[in-house]
């Protein structure tokens, strides 16, 4: 798919099937910014639900169009929780997404993205030292073996986790999204970067957490690639949009909200997107 046309007219498609159909993706997310996921998932138009235990997040696996899975904040539970589900998901062929956050702190985060290697996410979302420390973890092309991520942070260009995306990519035959100031999404073949959001998007906790919630509402009724596209897509267009409104990151964040939920299919197509072949 190389016609620039022909995604945005994908992108309208997901925004208004969305909009119409109310699809359930449920999560298992950090408890940090767990109630800004929910509120972005619901403002695009989706239903939200979020779990800790296993025999849940096997049960959101079935009957969600899709499921999220953030490590931010890991419990013992989860463990058991989180490679049952992401099985769940990988054999009943239900698309996920998972956002890698904070790779390298601890054993039990780094034992668990090994594993999930095998369960193939739809969509890998993440920063840029999060998508390059993955890509290192998995022994794929373009990542390093020690994670360059500060706490939750990045410390890496978008560009440089170039090579790593299109690794990951290849490898879940999926979509890998890289967020920052210009925004990187590839399905292996061809590398977007999407433009807009606001600088007050590295002020407020939960950006990229609900980025990834926003991005499995997506994936319940589009390919991962266009579901990555569509959510960089309107957080590029509701960030900028934000931003013309409020001079701070408190407000920024309560009118941010607003412009997810006012955003047109349109508005959220057209908003700036570059293409170029791998
Ligand atoms: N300086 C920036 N300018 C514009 N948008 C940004 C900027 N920094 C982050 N964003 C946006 O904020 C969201 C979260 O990205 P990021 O901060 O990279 O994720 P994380 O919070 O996981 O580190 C994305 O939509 C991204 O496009
Ligand atoms: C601060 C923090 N600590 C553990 S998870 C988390 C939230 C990270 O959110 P985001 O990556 O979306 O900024
Ligand atoms: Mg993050």
């Keep these: 798919m190389d016609n620039k046309g022909e995604i945005q007219n994908q ?4 925004v208004e099937t969305v909009r119409r159909t109310n699809p359930l993706a449920g ?11 929910a509120n972005a998932q619901l403002a695009v138009g989706g239903s939200a639900a979020m779990v800790y235990l296993p025999d849940e997040g096997e049960f959101l696996a079935k009957v969600g169009g899709a499921a999220y899975i953030n490590m931010g904040t890991l419990l013992p539970i989860y463990e058991e929780t989180l490679p049952h589900t992401a099985k769940v998901l990988y054999e009943t062929g239900k698309p996920w997404v998972l956002d890698p956050v904070a790779i390298g702190i601890g054993a039990l985060r780094t ?3 090994q594993q999930f290697k095998a369960y193939k996410p739809s969509v890998v979302r993440g920063n840029a030292s999060e998508i390059i420390a993955l ?3 998995w022994g794929l092309d373009g990542g390093t073996e020690v994670s360059n991520v500060r706490g ?5 260009s978008v560009n440089a ?3 790593g ?3 990951l990519a290849k490898w879940t035959g999926g979509a890998v999204a890289v967020s920052g100031e210009t925004d990187l999404i590839t399905d292996g073949d061809l590398i977007v970067f999407s433009q807009g ?3 007050f998007m590295e002020k407020i906790t939960g950006f990229g957490c609900s980025l990834g919630g926003v991005t499995a509402v997506y994936a319940t009724v589009a390919s991962p690639f266009i579901a990555a596209l569509t959510a960089a897509g309107v957080y590029n267009l509701a960030g900028k949009r934000a931003a013309n409104k409020v001079d701070a990151p408190g407000s920024f964040q309560v009118r941010f909200l607003d412009e997810l939920y006012k955003a047109t299919a349109e508005d959220i197509a057209n908003n700036p997107l570059e293409i170029e072949a791998v």
């Design 11 to 14: 992108i309208i498609q997901a």
């Design 27 to 37: 999560s298992i997310t950090n408890t940090v910014t767990m109630n800004f996921v």
């Design 111 to 113: 034992q668990l993205l």
């Design 135 to 137: 890509a290192g973890l």
């Design 152 to 156: 939750v942070d990045s410390r890496d």
């Design 161 to 163: 986790a170039k090579a």
């Design 165 to 167: 995306a299109v690794a």
């Design 197 to 199: 959001g606001s600088h």
